[in-house]
């Protein structure tokens, strides 16, 4: 298993432009989850689905984060505008189906760097 | 609410010793409660869970941890160091009666001495 794929793995871009990170969790795995890493404030939990379905974004910092959950297999989180201090690292992590108290499995995660 | 304190930033420790990271929980029920490990450029990575049962868990790596429920504490424990153990520890938390959304701590970093 090639584990939980996230693209791109570093991404600099312009404040004011739309920014789009892709998460591919395991197969099978039926929760996934974004954070995000910073110096300053740590893992942050920002968004979580369980079968494809948004059961907690408190997380989301504000309206301009959206995330998406089309399928079972294909995630996105989007910032639009983005602004420098959403400079961090974006992990995605899945978590398989069934019993409710397993370990989640994290990507490699996505560098974001807004000037 | 659940949450997790890790007091310490950061752990020094010479090769061979005797290791521990500290963490300490809150949860209204009883805990599922994790730690992680996060090598640089990496994504975090499992180490060992405590569901149930006995109170020392045993993981990846040889690590293991502790759960003392009247302490609320679940430290990461390794009877040896190694330099290659270096690297940012995670504690984490779930309340079993929720669902699966799990409170990380800040993290501490271990820096193993050779």
């Known amino acids: 298993d090639a584990g939980v794929i996230q693209s791109p793995r570093h991404e600099v871009t312009e404040m004011g432009q739309e920014v789009t990170l892709r998460c591919k969790p395991i197969s099978g795995h039926n929760s996934l989850f974004w954070y995000r890493q910073t110096m300053m404030r740590g893992l942050e939990l920002l968004i979580y689905?369980?079968?494809?379905?948004?059961?907690?974004d408190s997380g989301m910092p504000e309206d301009r984060f959206s995330a998406k959950m089309p399928n079972a297999s294909f995630s996105t989180l989007k910032i639009q505008p983005s602004e420098p201090r959403d400079s961090a690292v974006y992990f995605c992590a899945s978590s398989p189906r069934g019993a409710n108290n397993n370990e989640q499995f994290f990507g490699p995660g996505t560098r974001l760097t807004v000037l | 609410a659940q949450s997790v304190a890790q007091p310490e930033d950061q752990v020094n420790v010479a090769e061979g010793n005797p290791l521990t990271v500290k963490c300490t929980y809150s949860?209204?029920?009883?805990?599922?409660l994790f730690w992680y490990v996060q090598y640089p450029n990496r994504g975090l990575q499992f180490l060992l869970k405590?569901?149930?049962?006995?109170?020392l868990v045993k993981g990846s790596y040889g690590f293991e941890a502790e759960f003392n429920k009247s302490q609320t504490s679940f430290h990461l424990k390794k009877p040896s160091a190694l330099v290659s153990d270096s690297a940012l520890y995670f504690c984490a938390v779930r309340d079993m009666g929720g669902y699966q959304k799990v409170t990380f701590g800040i993290g501490t970093k271990l820096q193993v001495i050779p």
């Open positions: 689905f369980n079968n494809n379905v948004p059961i907690d």
């Open positions: 405590y569901i149930t049962g006995d109170n």
């Open positions: 949860v209204s029920g009883n805990p599922y």
